[in-house]
């Protein structure tokens, strides 16, 4: 077992901004014998004065023994037990220490570490996936299980010591995204790392390390293998990071877009779509705002905003074929997110509601007056068509009258 680094927390590590339910929950499980730190990305986050979302804590207690030490302990999940610590409002989730296992025949072994010098074969599983990832370990084995450096972080707020067994605090300095072990066995055993990957680069302004890069780039098909569900979780992460411009332009630089969204990857390859990059982005852009701003995003304005220009593309083909301007909007939208399934698994009415967007976006010029109108406004999804007809016309620099006279009449 390799000793870790283990430095004094450093300024910038600032304690008022962890909860004190998570300092409490630590303190105790520590008073009890227990190994018990704050880890992952939170830690990363306070290393860098930013305010982490979460205070995870990994600690060497097994459920059942965290269930003993907290009485207003819930323990949760089949295949991986966590502890969640009930708290007025909020939860402190408590995980046992994990070891990688190497999977054959279906069963599972413990498999020993070797410090930073740590073989790939620590990392495998059968046919390349991790199939399960429950087995209890030490410290040092569930940092070395994390994906990246920078995420295998500890926090000891009792002795205020950062301690790092994986070489994290180097390329914390560094802004450098490093995969802890192997990048092509890491991405292999759960390609949503590679998408993980570009938005922690995206959010934390870092830089993907040259080789887990170029591993990207080689195993990148692999991520159809995702299950869908999970992928539609995560891309609503990316819309919702704050930092969707620079994640979508390291999906599109590593090719991942074009296997997430296929049809909407090849058309932003052609001259057309090339040329409506520009709009994609600034809509990006203007999600990352609101944000940081505290808003939420409702997830089919998001949808109906990320791939407006490609709909639109869409609906003018289908207009071809006879169908007028709000039915084609809708159409369009609908085929291709319902077309997505065997990647992204979109929800029903996620679908509707983006399609209702686009299709609402005539009727701001055709309904300004009269019944029609006063029910137009009536509409679920009326304020979230606004916002993207105040898109539109920021892309296109046309149409801020109609914008203007909506706004006038709201």
């Known amino acids: 077992m390799a000793e870790p680094t283990i430095i004094t927390a450093p300024p910038a590590l600032r304690r008022e901004k962890i909860s004190f339910e998570a300092l409490k929950v630590i303190q105790r499980l520590q008073a009890q014998g227990f190994q018990a730190y704050l880890a992952g990305g939170g830690v990363r986050d306070l290393l860098l004065g930013r305010h982490p ?160 890069d170029h591993a990207i780039h080689a195993l990148r098909n692999d991520l159809a293998l995702a299950s869908p569900s999970r992928m539609y979780e995560e891309v609503l992460k990316l819309f919702n990071s704050g930092a969707a411009e620079p994640i979508f332009r390291h999906l599109h630089r590593t090719g991942l877009f074009s296997v997430i969204f296929p049809e909407a990857g090849a058309w932003l390859n052609t001259e057309a779509g090339e040329a409506a990059q520009l709009r994609i982005y600034h809509a990006l852009r203007q999600m990352d705002v609101w944000k940081r701003h505290g808003h939420d995003i409702n997830p089919a304005l998001a949808w109906a905003v990320a791939f407006g220009p490609y709909h639109e593309h869409l609906a003018v083909q289908q207009e071809k074929q006879g169908l007028k301007t709000s039915p084609a909007l809708a159409m369009a939208t609908i085929n291709h997110l319902h077309g997505l399934a065997k990647h992204v698994q979109v929800f029903k009415h996620v679908v509707r509601d983006a399609s209702l967007i686009m299709a609402a976006q005539p009727t701001f010029e055709k309904t300004r007056e009269g019944v029609r109108s006063e029910r137009f406004r009536t509409r679920h999804y009326f304020g979230d068509a606004l916002v993207y007809l105040k898109l539109r016309s920021a892309w296109t620099g046309t149409g801020a009258e109609l914008v203007q006279w909506w706004q006038q009449h709201l």
């Open 53 to 212: 979302k979460d205070f995870d804590i990994a600690t060497s207690a097994q459920p059942n023994e965290v269930r003993r030490v907290f009485h207003n302990c819930r323990l949760i999940g089949r295949r991986f037990r966590l502890a969640h610590i009930l708290f007025r409002g909020m939860f402190i989730e408590v995980a046992t220490f994990r070891s990688p296992v190497v999977a054959e025949d279906d069963t599972e072994q413990e498999t020993p570490l070797a410090g930073r010098d740590a073989p790939p074969e620590a990392f495998r599983a059968r046919d390349g996936m991790i199939l399960r990832d429950n087995v209890f370990g030490t410290a040092e084995q569930d940092a070395w299980r994390r994906d990246f450096t920078v995420n295998g972080l500890f926090y000891d707020p009792e002795a205020h010591q950062v301690i790092d067994y994986v070489g994290g605090l180097p390329d914390l300095d560094r802004r450098l995204l490093r995969s802890i072990g192997e990048p092509l066995i890491r991405y292999r055993e759960d390609p949503v790392r590679m998408l993980r990957a570009c938005r922690f680069a995206g959010t934390l302004d870092f830089q993907i390390e040259p080789h887990a």
